[in-house]
Every structure is written in C-alpha cells, then in structure tokens.
C-alpha cells in the first residue's frame, strides 16, 4: 500500500480523513489542490507531507506556474513539520523539479526501510511497545518510522505487542495506527490517551516509539500529548525513541523556536459530530508539544541511533 503516489502526472493520495471506514483516493492535477490536499489533513504526518509539497513543485513546474509563488504558498499550508520546508527548496533550488520530486519520493521509501532496521535492533522478543498518533506507512510514502521500527521487529519474527494512543482529538492513533497494525496482523491494543501512565505504572509498557515532526537543538516537536508520555516514561524508566528521517532535523534553531500549529476549536469541542460541552466554550487546540532531548533515549534515522541534538 502506498499512501502517496505519482501516476500519469497527477498526485495520487490515500483520503486519510475517511481511515478506517473507506480507502479512497483523492488525485492532484495542481498545486493549489495538493495544498487544499495538506490543509484539510486527506495527506497529512511530516515526511508524506514533504513528499506531497514535492510533488505540489512538480505541478507547478508542468502547469507553468510561478515556482516561487508556488514554494511560497506550498510553505504556508502548515507550519509545524519542517520536512515540508525542506522538500519545497530542494525541489525549488533543483534543475529539474520533477526528477527531484521523484527522488525525494524513492529516498522516503528507503529511508524508512533503514530506521526500520537499525530500530527494530532496540525491540527485544516478548515487548510491548507503545506509540502515539500515526508515524507509519499513512505518514510517509509507506513502511513508516516509528511503525517502520515495529513492522521490521514483527517481520524478523519477533513476538511483540502494540499499544496505540488514541491521539485525541483527531484519533490518528485510533483510526489510522492501529488499521495499519490490522491490515498486516501486528497485535495491537487501542488506549485512551489518559491511560498511557497507568499502563507505564503497573509495567505493561516495555518501550516507547514515536515519530516527529521537527528535530532540532534541545529536543523533539511531535503530536500533542508526546510530552505527556515522555514524562511519564521518564518517571517509570521506560526508553522513549523517537524514530524519523534525517529530513526531520533542523541543526540550526531551538526546538522551542519552533511555530507549533493551532487547529480549530471544534476538533475539541466536538466528538463524533456531537459538541461535549457547552456552546461557545473558549479552546486552546495545539496540534504539536516539544519533548525536551533530557526525556529521549535515542534518536533512530537511517544512519544510526543517535542522541537528540
Ligand atoms: O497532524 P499530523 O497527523 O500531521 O501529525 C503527525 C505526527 O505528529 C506524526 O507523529 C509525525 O508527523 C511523524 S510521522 C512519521
């Protein structure tokens, strides 16, 4: 399964807003669509991002449009996930735009193949490894990080089990991580966010493997609620990995520099299509928290473990 994928010169992507009920397709012809595609989540987890926004280059490159107009507009879709950033100059600072959207897309696919190998080194037979959100194959081309480390563990024939956060509010722990865990029979165990520390407490949880979205100096930017499960795990003694491309990392700027993305108040006050709480209550809805590097094990890319930066 591909999440992402180039075909007669369209963008074609995996509707990730309609997991697990339907797998349907939505196909880019332009940049604006591709765009439209990252704002309203159908392709959403950092490096599919930066592929798209790749691609989004590429379109414009065949359509004649403005290729700075387009980096411009492509890097104002969101904020947070810095490979989107990355993948929109390289493709922009390139010869060819096309041929380098091409290759950012084969990189991703071996790039996750190689943390997923040197990751799943960590990963000892009888472990119970919990993730939160979705760092698998719906978030890069495919394979994945952090479900890329856990799917090369499950292949080499090791008896693991996986526990899925929720992901409250948008539930891509829920609806994406633990479909893809299904599809290829990787047990696998649905929790409530609140639950994670209580698990961490009674020792049901032997390691943590998240992904990223932003690595930079003194720490990591990932979904909301990963500083919750590195503190807790911190507490407990439990190893907390991140898993992610070297694509992630920005060796420049603090990673509290970083502008963490606020999303609308209804993914909060709603459930299900139903509001949970009186109406016009005020909601502070961010979409990322940083995990300072003092609660990180280890940093699995596809050159190695290493320390956060
Ligand atoms: O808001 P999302 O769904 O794009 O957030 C995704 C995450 O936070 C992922 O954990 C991160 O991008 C790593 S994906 C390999």
Known sequence: MKTIEWIDNQLKLIDQRKIPDELT???????????EAIDNMTVRGAPAIGVAAAF??????????????????????RPTAINLFWAVDRVYNSDNPLEEALNIYNEDIETNIAIG?????????????LTHCNAGALACVE?????????????EGKDINVICDETRPRGQGARLSVWELQEEGIPVKLIPDVASGYLMSIDKIDKIVIGADRIAKGGV???IGSLLVALSAKYFDIP??????????DMNNSVFDTEIEERSADEVTHYGGCRICPENTEVINPAFDIVPKELIT????EDGIIDPI
Do not use: H, W
Not at 25 to 35: D, G, H, L, W
Not at 150 to 155: E, G, K, L, Q, Y
Not at 240 to 249: E, H, Q
């Open 25 to 35: 397709y939505v196909y880019c012809t332009n940049y604006q669509e591709v765009i």
């Open 56 to 77: 989004a280059m590429a379109l414009a490159f065949i359509n004649n449009d403005d290729l700075k107009k387009a980096a411009d507009e492509i890097k104002s879709s």
């Open 117 to 129: 190998n040197f990751g799943s080194k960590i990963i000892e037979d009888g472990d119970t490894i």
């Open 143 to 155: 394979y994945g990080t952090a479900l890329g480390v856990i799917r090369s563990a499950f292949n």
């Open 221 to 223: 930017v990932n979904k």
């Open 240 to 249: 907390f990995y991140v898993a992610a491309p070297l694509s992630t990392f």
């Open 298 to 301: 280890g940093i699995i890319t």
